[in-house]
């Protein structure tokens, strides 16, 4: 039974690590792209402030409350609706009372 749960700890935990050590080395690699200087840098830096002191700049854009749910926040809603009713369905179960069962001997 310990090697059971030993193993399906083992693989839950590999199916979360790997994706997760992927993204966070996904941000060093480049982009395959030609790179650009130290000068090119910087002036593309120096357009950016520019840009973000401009009127009417500010903020990336991204709208912090769009109305399109992507794949995490319907996972999350699907779970909380999951564990909600299992949760509801105990509370209720339990506001029942015991069972009153017959002993046969």
């Given at each position: 039974?310990?090697?059971?749960?030993?193993?399906?700890?083992?693989?839950?935990?590999?199916?979360?690590?790997?994706?997760?050590?992927?993204?966070?080395?996904?941000?060093?690699?480049?982009?395959?792209?030609?790179?650009?200087?130290?000068?090119?840098?910087?002036?593309?830096?120096?357009?950016?402030?520019?840009?973000?002191?401009q009127a009417g700049a500010y903020g990336s854009g991204t709208?912090?409350?769009?109305?399109?749910?992507?794949?995490?926040?319907?996972?999350?809603?699907?779970?909380?609706?999951?564990?909600?009713?299992?949760?509801?369905?105990?509370?209720?179960?339990?506001?029942?009372?015991?069972?009153?069962?017959e002993v046969k001997r």
């Amino acid at each position: 039974m310990i090697t059971v749960i030993a193993l399906v700890s083992t693989l839950l935990l590999v199916s979360f690590a790997l994706p997760a050590i992927q993204i966070v080395k996904a941000q060093y690699v480049s982009s395959g792209g030609p790179s650009a200087s130290l000068e090119e840098q910087l002036k593309l830096a120096r357009e950016k402030v520019q840009n973000a002191k401009q009127a009417g700049a500010y903020g990336s854009g991204t709208p912090m409350l769009g109305v399109n749910l992507n794949e995490t926040e319907i996972y999350i809603i699907a779970i909380v609706i999951i564990f909600g009713a299992i949760s509801a369905g105990f509370f209720y179960m339990g506001q029942r009372g015991p069972r009153k069962t017959e002993v046969k001997r």
